[in-house]
T-cell receptor, first 114, second 116 residues
């Protein structure tokens, strides 16, 4: 079945350094790849997404890359700040089909050390 | 504007009880999703509505789980004869358009269900 694997499960970086989270997916028909940030007691919040017709997208300190051939995509956060501490989820979806559900990875708990 | 709201935020049930969880999506959003999130895991898809039509219920774990959206807005997820393994956070999400789109899914805060 459809599966999204995410690594690492926990990540601790010094404030100001960069953080990278990697995901792989199994469904070759996936064409939509959102990233969500979840803070304690809250629902996931979209931070950036990428569609299969582009290889990279950037929004201020956040960037996502996609390699469709290898079926993997990554989240890069530069100049990390304390407020970046949260759990991050990658996901993959298949738009233009009968169900626009997305499959989530298992999450990465990111901690920013002051 | 208002986001997705869910109620109750916390629910404690004794094993065997029935529970009903409510989701109010963003006004005008066509699509509505229910997810189950176990502790320390990512959300897992349960079911999907486009307006009042339930187009996908492949993620519902058993026939004890039932969801409805009778007027195409508010949705209710009902769990009958709750069991301890049903303990999780139940998330609702909505998006603007229907099938054929990959619009952003906006999530509510979730309902934390604890079955004793």
């Amino acid at each position: 079945g459809e599966n999204v694997e995410q690594h690492p499960s926990t990540l601790s970086v010094q404030e100001g350094d960069s953080a990278v989270i990697k995901c792989t997916y199994s469904d070759s028909a996936s064409n939509y790849f959102p990233w969500y940030k979840q803070e304690l007691g809250k629902g996931p919040q979209l931070i950036i997404d990428i569609r299969s017709n582009v290889g990279e997208k950037k929004d201020q300190r956040i960037a996502v890359t996609l390699n469709k051939t290898a079926k993997h995509f990554s989240l890069h956060i530069t100049e990390t700040q304390p407020e970046d501490s949260a759990v991050y989820f990658c996901a993959a979806g298949r738009g233009y089909s009968s169900a626009s559900k997305i499959i989530f990875g298992s999450g990465t708990r990111l901690s920013i050390r002051p | 504007g208002a986001g997705v709201s869910q109620s109750p935020r916390y629910k404690v049930a004794k094993r065997g009880q029935d529970v009903a969880l409510r989701c109010d999506p963003i006004s005008g959003h066509v699509s509505l999703f229910w997810y189950q999130q176990a502790l320390g895991q990512g959300p897992e898809f349960l079911t999907y509505f486009q307006n009042e039509a339930q187009l996908d219920k492949s993620g519902l774990p058993s026939d004890r789980f039932f969801a409805e959206r009778p007027e195409g807005s508010v949705s209710t997820l009902k769990i009958q004869r709750t069991q301890q393994e049903d303990s999780a956070v139940y998330l609702c999400a909505s998006s603007l358009r229907g099938t054929g789109s990959t619009d952003t899914q906006y999530f509510g805060p979730g309902t934390r269900l604890t079955v004793l």
